[in-house]
């Protein structure tokens, strides 16, 4: 494996059958012609489909390819491939290598084994994948992986891709709009730019293999907290250590081979947590950078006897994992839509885009909350370690001054840049920001960009993505229709600001998130506390977020109804799996292993004949008290899995409160009996082994 730092600008990308190796391999004909296609959103030729075919399999074959799979991103989070090779039967009982555009630009995979909401009945099995040009290509252990969508016959969208790919185009559409206005004739296309940081667990192998909860649900569904968790902070941006330094080295150099421009890579709080921060994007390469990047790295992990959890709360005690979010807009010229400039105060086009940003969030504030809304993320949000459920935006003081000042009507008062005095001559002086940073706010603005802090560490940043990108182009939309008829543009535009942060104002929080007063305040103005994925899946199908998604043409409303069908079924299902792994788990290891352990204390009080036995009676006496109580509340969770019947917003709502508290319960029980219970009688890893060992 190359580890020359010096050969890095060659190794980047090096699999990737990106721009630069189009140019040198298609003729100035065909590269023209996709360039073209790629400005303007106009379809390729299949002659032209042909020549980007072969090329493409001679690079692939070159690097020692053997087959080709559309790579797509079905509802179900996760990737999808079906892998066909090359080969064609030629006379004589030979083969031949080809690759058709027909087979470039178009696949068959089955469609029915999907999650589809109803879209689509079990028998109905055909389904198509289509190429994304706008993706490129890549090689991954002798396969050529091509970007792609997923439809099925009649032409339901089963995918993430292709709302995202809507979505943009979209926001494009309208941010253009806006642009002219400003008297801006250049930019013809304005791209949602996005930098997903990633945050994971790194465990051993071997502890993973005995852990059935991990394995079967990715989490920890017991396990007491150790004397030592991130109490001392000890963890967060300290020494890494080698094997973790090893591993993140391999995931660096295969991230790079695959043109994903992996930055940055450090310990977070908690033991065993760490994160990886990518170089901002264009949103749709952001995406599926992200979703081949949670897959490398599990699969690196491997290498190192290491396994790479990306649930949201592996453990409980100590914090879980998030995905940031960061979101901009960029003209095609290089402008940051986002950028406030020296004097935001003055900066009209900004605050506009700034006005539209701030009247989506508070009027969709919902829908923001459901795209994160899920199990996993259940065990995180608002658990003082990760924003709160209520959806807010952070402005910090300076941007917020100058809102202030645009609702009350005066003279912004510019305090100036400041310089940071640290009481040591002999240090430069250092600049500070404009704005702090608040990492209780769902959506804080860091200088140029807005963090969507809300994102599990497992989930595609697609859906949230898609609601950004239309959100925007919802609030563009109606500003560039009041703008553009205007006899006196900067009279109305003023007015324009003025009225949209007057009413807005209430989406904009600088304090502290985690605060309980701040529950109070927000029911006070009126923002939403969806608390739980049983609270917010609902607001899926409201009637404004149809309204919404179909006026822009992004999802029609059966579209919207089966996302909602499929995140309730999923919801539920990963309930009941971990129910029922719970069940397995006391009833076949704990149970049995606090059993030999009482029986033990029981027979060493015998064989002492009249001496002292206080211990082994006492604790023997507490076990056995413990397990009668776990034993009752195993038999409850159980019989509440067998009747959760009922519409799925009703089993949403029954699995949330019902079986999930079941299985607190349960946790508490089996928790309380580890910590009296002697360590090798304990069927489990513990989290002392598990988290400090590394």
Not at 167 to 187: H, K, N, P, Y
Not at 224 to 229: E, F, Q, R, Y
Not at 295 to 314: F, R, Y
């Amino acid at each position: 494996m190359e580890k020359n730092p010096s050969h890095l600008p060659e190794l980047f990308g090096s699999m990737v059958f990106n721009e630069d190796t189009m140019k040198q391999r298609l003729s100035p004909a065909s590269y023209n012609a996709w360039k073209k296609c790629i400005e303007n959103t106009s379809p390729l030729d299949l002659t032209i489909a042909n020549d980007i075919a072969e090329a493409m399999k001679q690079w692939a074959v070159e690097r020692g390819a053997t087959h080709f799979t559309h790579w797509f991103q079905p509802m179900t989070g996760y990737t999808a491939e079906k892998h066909d090779s090359f080969i064609t039967p030629a006379p004589g009982g030979r083969v031949i290598l080809e690759f058709s555009g027909k087979e470039l630009v178009r696949g068959e995979p089955d469609a029915s084994s999907f999650p589809s909401g109803g879209l689509r009945a079990t028998f109905e099995a055909r389904g198509y994948t289509a190429w994304d040009p706008t993706s490129f290509a890549f090689l991954r252990d002798g396969t050529l992986y091509i970007p792609t969508v997923f439809c099925s016959y009649s032409g339901q969208v089963l995918d993430k891709k292709t709302p995202l790919l809507r979505s943009i185009e979209e926001v494009s559409r309208q941010a253009v709009r806006i642009l002219r206005l400003f008297g801006d004739t250049q930019t013809r296309r304005v791209i949602p730019q996005v930098g997903p940081e990633q945050e994971y667990f790194l465990i051993d192998q071997d502890d993973f293999a005995k852990r059935p909860d991990l394995r079967m649900c990715g989490r920890t569904l017991l396990g007491a907290k150790p004397p030592k968790g991130q109490e001392l902070e000890d963890h967060y941006f300290g020494a890494i250590r080698p094997r973790v330094a090893a591993y993140m080295q391999d995931l660096d150099q295969e991230l790079w081979k695959l043109g994903v421009l992996s930055k940055t890579k450090h310990n977070e709080v908690a033991p065993c947590q760490h994160e990886m921060a990518p170089i901002y994007t264009d949103v749709n390469t952001a995406c599926d950078h992200n979703q081949l990047t949670m897959d490398v790295m599990k699969k690196v992990a491997k290498k190192h006897h290491l396994v790479c959890l990306l649930h949201e709360k592996p453990f409980a005690g100590v914090n879980g994992s998030g995905k940031h979010d960061n979101w901009s807009l960029s003209t095609d010229t290089g402008r940051n839509l986002f950028k406030p400039g020296s004097t935001p105060s003055q900066n009209a086009q900004f605050l506009l885009f700034l006005a539209a940003f701030i009247k989506g969030v508070d009027e969709y504030q919902d829908f923001l909350r459901v795209t994160v809304a899920f199990a996993g993320n259940d065990h995180r949000l608002g658990a003082q370690e990760a924003p709160p459920a209520i959806v807010s935006i952070f402005l910090g003081d300076d941007l917020s001054a100058v809102v202030d000042a645009i609702i009350r009507g005066t003279e912004y008062a510019d305090p100036g840049k400041k310089n940071l005095e640290i009481g040591v001559d002999v240090l430069p002086a250092i600049p500070q920001d404009n704005t702090d940073r608040n990492r209780t706010s769902p959506l804080a603005f860091t200088g140029n960009k807005f963090e969507f802090r809300m994102l599990g560490s497992s989930q595609s940043i697609a859906g949230p993505n898609i609601a950004l990108n239309t959100i925007m182009a919802e609030e563009l939309q109606q500003f560039a229709d009041e703008l553009e008829g205007s006899q006196d543009f900067q009279s109305d535009l003023q007015k324009l600001l003025r009225r949209v942060f007057t009413e807005h104002q209430r989406i904009i929080f600088n304090g502290n998130g985690y605060d309980e007063s701040w529950v109070e305040e927000a029911k006070k103005r009126g923002l939403c506390n969806l608390t739980s994925t049983a609270d917010a899946l609902p607001c899926y199908t409201a009637e404004k977020n149809v309204s919404l998604f179909t006026r822009h043409g992004i999802f029609t409303p059966e579209e919207m109804q089966a996302r909602q069908d499929i995140h309730m079924e999923n919801y539920c299902t990963l309930l009941s799996i971990e129910g029922l792994t719970l069940l397995g788990m006391i009833r076949r290891d704990v149970l049995p292993a606090v059993s030999a352990y009482s029986a033990e204390l029981c027979g060493r009080a015998d064989k002492k004949k009249g001496l002292s036995c206080r211990y082994e009676t006492t604790l023997a006496a507490d076990i056995s008290e413990k397990t009668d109580t776990l034993m009752a509340a195993a038999d409850q969770l159980e019989a509440d899995l067998s009747r959760c019947g009922g519409e799925l917003e009703e089993k949403v709502r029954y699995f949330h409160e019902t079986v999930a508290a079941d299985m607190s319960r349960i946790r508490e029980l089996a928790d309380a009996l580890e910590t009296v219970t002697a360590k090798e009688y304990w069927p489990y890893p513990s989290y002392s082994d598990i988290l400090f060992y590394m």
